[in-house]
């Protein structure tokens, strides 16, 4: 049997598996984990399997949600720094994100997917791995809602930070623009360590080299209060000259609307006026 257009995955892997039974099962599906552990190219794959078994997609991604949220009058005020999101849109982004999947699951067919890219680092979505008693905790913290950490193999884990390299200058996709640099990798992947030191789960210092067994653990722990799933990976795709952005499906995303970016931006502000408690609580981004 041949394999739906835009499925880059080869007949018999275990990730065509692993990915074939989380497209017929899941009703929303998040892949959880660093930049630069390809969970663009994984979302693209499942997407395009789901929709050969007759599920309509439905997106929720960090980098389409966010720029409504600093684009907007009051987003404006909070402009990025050295291209880091400002702590009070990576806030504001987070509060909208449950609601926003609550609202989705109440309104779609039970044959609809979502498909999300959760990244938590540095307050990015980690509300979703939260437990919280309001309308999206039930679907979050049921089986139905699955979060699949990819855990890349050290010589894949230096493949894609290649990769990213080249394409930094030479972007497939328009979006590839806003991808995390390679410098931005190693640096969110020096952030991990220290959370993990924080932890108490590794004492590896700053420097320490890209270790699968120490992201994991991190991830894991981060998701205690989820149905989650790692997922070894260490196959290349043969996605040179193909964009994880460029569906050959049809998609819908999940983005705020011009009233829900002025609410949770004027909560974020109400809620952190004082600088010196917003830089806690996105340092403290892996707390409970």
Sequence with gaps: ????????????????????????????????????????????????????????????????????????????????????????????????????????????????????????????????????????????????????????????????EAERARRTGTPVHAREREDAPPDVLRGVWRELVGVARALGMADAPDDAAYDPAIYRAVYERLLAHRHAQALAVDERLPAAGTSAYDFRIPTTDLVPSDADVARFIAEAEHDYADAAALRREIAGWFNP
């Design 1 to 160: 049997m041949s394999l739906p257009e835009g499925v880059l995955l080869s007949q018999g892997s275990p990730l065509l598996a692993a990915l074939s039974g989380l497209a017929r099962e899941a009703r929303c599906l998040f892949f959880a984990g660093l930049p630069g552990t390809g969970k663009s190219l994984l979302i693209h794959q499942l997407a395009h399997l789901a929709a050969a078994g007759g599920r309509r997609i439905h997106l929720l991604q960090w980098d389409l949600a966010r720029p409504a949220f600093e684009t907007s009058a009051a987003g404006r005020r909070y402009p990025q720094e050295s291209g880091v999101t400002h702590g009070v849109i990576r806030i504001a982004v987070g509060r909208w994100a449950r609601p926003a999947v609550a609202r989705w699951h109440a309104a779609q067919p039970a044959s609809d997917l979502l498909i999300g890219e959760a990244p938590f680092v540095g307050h990015r979505f980690i509300e979703l791995a939260r437990p919280v008693d309001d309308t999206a905790e039930p679907l979050l913290a049921s089986p139905a809602a699955r979060f699949v950490i990819p855990v890349p193999s050290a010589s894949l884990r230096r493949h894609l």
